[in-house]
């Protein structure tokens, strides 16, 4: 659905007050984790229906005698359920405002609902909500096909209704929701433990779609909120997945399908701030997860079940802020009131937590080289480094130069040594909640230079040779992006020697040296 399209629907049923679902309302909740012969059990279409009934009972206040919850039911069940129900409400007709809500997860097609073995045609599912005996008439369909790791679901996309509002004051009518548009696919998430739809719908009735502050989810909020987010999530899919509606309620302004504020005892409230992706999971951040959600634009509260601990992770794009919350009953709380550690990407990339694949960093420093071809031989260094943390590890290419002197006993020739090296690190990192150390290994391509001053004839010279460093490293982040880095260890070099035998005769071989490197530096990260 296009935006312009969701901005009509919002103007029209946001055209008045809204109205709340009446006392009288039902829920029927179905879900079947088993389809057709050929299809793929789901894992989370019956713990879908129980979370929405739940959801509902908390936030809607439909009490668990008004709901009928059908897990694992096959057709006839099913249809017997809801025409029960259409014979109790008309028998209890009174002139109260009554509604009806209707909520299937599970595998279907084009045809019908699979019910296992048995099968219950997509007309006559609406037939029998569009033909209930209640006022108000809500059918939300998240139906599934089949899958792998992410279980592919399916649904035709309801016909589309005239949109009408007048001057009533009762509201009637029937709306339906679909989980995709017809030829789309709706999927499941093992990580979020749901689908997709299903769980950002029961955030929404949380209070994450309470778009202009009120305390109140409609019916249109619900779903704004659930198609934004439904895209957001199935982007990085396969499958790419648009919620779907059709609405034909008649009367003054919207539907209030949850009222979080008003939810019973052993809740809390937690605030959300920041337009930015929040993680939401019980006790620590490996726990269950509890909600994902985008405030879009403005504050949003959540009522969640209390007294608990809550993990959350607020995924800004340069750093994760990592918040412990203990929500007591009846407590409201704000983030932004409390305190936070922050992770930067490198740590998260090297955590596999975070959302890109590497972190780019640029790196400087300066210190000496110990001794290398004589006990005088120490002089200062400076290096320059470009590399990318990975999640395995990090490579860094490095670019490095060194300038020493030296003399003999008797100050008859003194030696000036020039080096450039460039070579590739290659290295891993542990973090501690302060500092992190980092171990590995350089391999350089060395250039060497020596110029002599003596009273004698002494040319001077250049050959290319190679260092093997190991490398030692500790870390500490000073301000967003930039850390300080002292670093470290043993150089093994190999170059060209020249000797002079007794006989002045000169040979050249290959000399080796060990020494040392210790510099001290930055490093900035993208």
């Given at each position: ?13 946001l055209?008045g ?12 909740a179905i ?16 713990s879908?229906a ?10 809607a206040?439909?009490?668990s ?5 059908l897990l ?17 409400l ?7 405002p ?10 279907a ?13 997509l ?7 569009e033909g209930?005996?209640?006022?108000v ?10 899958g792998?790791?992410?279980?592919v679901?399916?649904?035709v996309?309801?016909?589309t209704?005239?949109?009408e ?12 929701i ?12 093992d ?14 009735l949380r ?15 619900a ?11 199935s982007?990085s899919?396969?499958?790419l ?12 302004g919207?539907l ?11 809740t ?6 920041s ?31 209390a ?5 959350v992770q607020e995924?800004?794009?340069?750093e994760?802020?990592e918040y ?12 932004e009131?409390r305190?936070?550690?922050a ?5 998260l ?9 590497f972190?780019?960093q640029?790196?400087?420093?300066g210190?000496?080289?110990g001794p ?9 260094l400076v290096?320059?480094?470009v590399?990318f ?8 290419l ?13 100050d008859?020739l ?8 460039l070579g590739?690190?290659?290295s ?12 590995g290994?350089?391999?350089?391509g060395?250039?060497?230079?020596q110029?002599?001053e003596?009273?004698r ?6 050959a ?7 490398l ?10 930039l ?7 043993p150089v093994?070099?190999?170059f060209?020697l020249?000797?002079?035998d ?16 210790l510099?001290l ?6």
């Amino acid at each position: 659905m296009s935006a312009g399209r969701l901005a009509c629907v919002l103007l029209l049923l946001l055209g008045g007050a809204a109205r709340a679902l009446p006392r009288n309302t039902f829920v029927v909740a179905i879900g079947n984790n088993q389809g057709s012969v050929g299809e793929v059990d789901l894992l989370y279409a019956e713990s879908d229906a129980k979370a929405v009934g739940e959801a509902l009972r908390l936030h809607a206040g439909v009490s668990s005698s008004r709901q009928r919850l059908l897990l694992g039911e096959g057709a006839e069940p099913v249809r017997r359920a809801l025409l029960e129900l259409n014979t109790q409400l008309r028998a209890e007709a009174s002139g109260e405002p009554s509604a009806l809500v209707v909520f299937y997860s599970g595998h279907a097609d084009a045809a019908g609902l699979h019910l296992g073995a048995s099968t219950l045609p997509l007309d006559e599912l609406k037939a029998l909500v569009e033909g209930s005996a209640a006022a108000v008439r809500v059918l939300i369909v998240d139906a599934c096909r089949s899958g792998a790791l992410t279980r592919v679901k399916g649904v035709v996309e309801a016909p589309t209704f005239a949109l009408e509002t007048k001057d009533d004051v009762a509201m009637e009518g029937l709306a339906i929701i679909t989980s995709s548009a017809a030829g789309e696919s709706s999927q499941e998430s093992d990580r979020l433990g749901s689908s997709f739809f299903t769980h950002h719908f029961v955030n929404a009735l949380r209070g994450a779609a309470d778009a202009n502050g009120d305390a109140k989810v409609t019916l249109t909020e619900a779903y704004a909120y659930t198609y934004q987010q439904t895209v957001r999530s199935s982007g990085s899919t396969l499958a790419l997945q648009h919620p779907t509606y059709a609405y034909d309620l008649k009367g003054r302004g919207d539907l209030v399908l949850a009222s979080p504020a008003d939810a019973p005892s052993r809740t809390g409230r937690l605030t959300l701030g920041s337009a930015v992706l929040h993680v939401v999971t019980k006790e620590r951040v490996d726990g269950p997860l509890v909600a994902e959600v985008v405030p879009q634009g403005s504050r949003r509260t959540l009522t969640l079940p209390a007294p608990q601990t809550y993990f959350v992770q607020e995924r800004r794009p340069d750093e994760f802020r990592e918040y412990e919350v203990k929500l007591g009953v009846g407590e409201a709380s704000a983030l932004e009131q409390r305190s936070y550690r922050a992770v930067r990407y490198d740590r998260l990339v090297r955590q596999r937590g975070g959302e890109r694949p590497f972190v780019v960093q640029l790196s400087a420093g300066g210190g000496v080289r110990g001794p290398q071809f004589s006990p005088a031989d120490v002089g200062p260094l400076v290096q320059f480094g470009v590399g990318f943390d990975f999640a395995w590890g990090s490579v860094t290419l490095r670019a490095r130069g060194f300038t020493g002197a030296a003399r003999n006993d008797e100050d008859t020739l003194r030696r000036r040594d020039w080096e450039g090296a460039l070579g590739v690190a290659v290295s891993r990192s542990v973090d501690w909640p302060w500092l992190t150390l980092s171990f590995g290994v350089l391999v350089e391509g060395v250039g060497f230079w020596q110029r002599f001053e003596t009273n004698r004839t002494a040319p001077h010279r250049a050959a290319a040779g190679a260092a093997f460093t190991a490398l030692f490293a500790l870390e500490r982040e000073l301000l967003k992006a930039l850390s300080v880095r002292l670093e470290g260890g043993p150089v093994a070099s190999l170059f060209p020697l020249a000797t002079v035998d007794e006989r002045g005769a000169q040979r050249v071989g290959v000399g080796s040296a060990v020494t040392f490197t210790l510099s001290l530096g930055a490093v900035w990260r993208l």
